[in-house]
């Protein structure tokens, strides 16, 4: 399964959403791409789609290779560290928007054990 995450890094630390289908789950933003649909263009459509605001900056940052949390199939995902144009609000199948570690949630296996190591890594977040 492929999808394409957006690293959020403010002062309150990594953006992370819920979506309905696992509301007790956090993930990063973003989405699987339509057919054809460039990784860039298919994480600005679906920040604006699920947060309600356009990305400014996005860069690519990472791959990950995981188990996808609800799918339980084998997930590849483009992180890209991203930007955002406003302050991010819950919409379409996001139920909840969180800065970890500012809140305490339970993540999604990739973000847990790829994402937040290799933020912590490249020093964008806080060992």
């Given at each position: 399964m492929r999808v394409i995450g957006a690293a959020v890094v403010g002062p309150r630390g990594l953006l992370l959403v819920a979506k309905r289908a696992a509301p007790d789950i956090y993930y990063l933003p973003g989405g699987k791409p339509e057919a054809g649909e460039a990784p860039l263009d298919c994480l600005r459509r679906e920040v604006l789609e699920e947060l309600g605001v356009e990305i400014d900056a996005?860069?690519?940052?990472?791959?990950?290779?995981?188990?996808?949390?609800?799918?339980?199939?084998?997930?590849?995902?483009?992180?890209?560290?991203?930007?955002?144009?406003?302050?991010?609000?819950?919409?379409?199948?996001?139920?909840?928007?969180?800065?970890?570690?500012?809140?305490?949630?339970?993540?999604?296996?990739?973000?847990?054990?790829?994402?937040?190591?290799?933020?912590?890594?490249?020093?964008h977040i806080p060992r």
């Open positions: 996005a860069e690519p940052f990472t791959e990950v290779h995981a188990p996808a949390a609800l799918e339980g199939v084998e997930m590849w995902m483009s992180v890209f560290l991203t930007r955002l144009g406003g302050d991010p609000v819950p919409a379409a199948e996001i139920t909840a928007v969180r800065w970890w570690p500012e809140a305490s949630v339970r993540l999604a296996p990739a973000v847990r054990d790829h994402v937040i190591p290799r933020l912590r890594d490249a020093g």
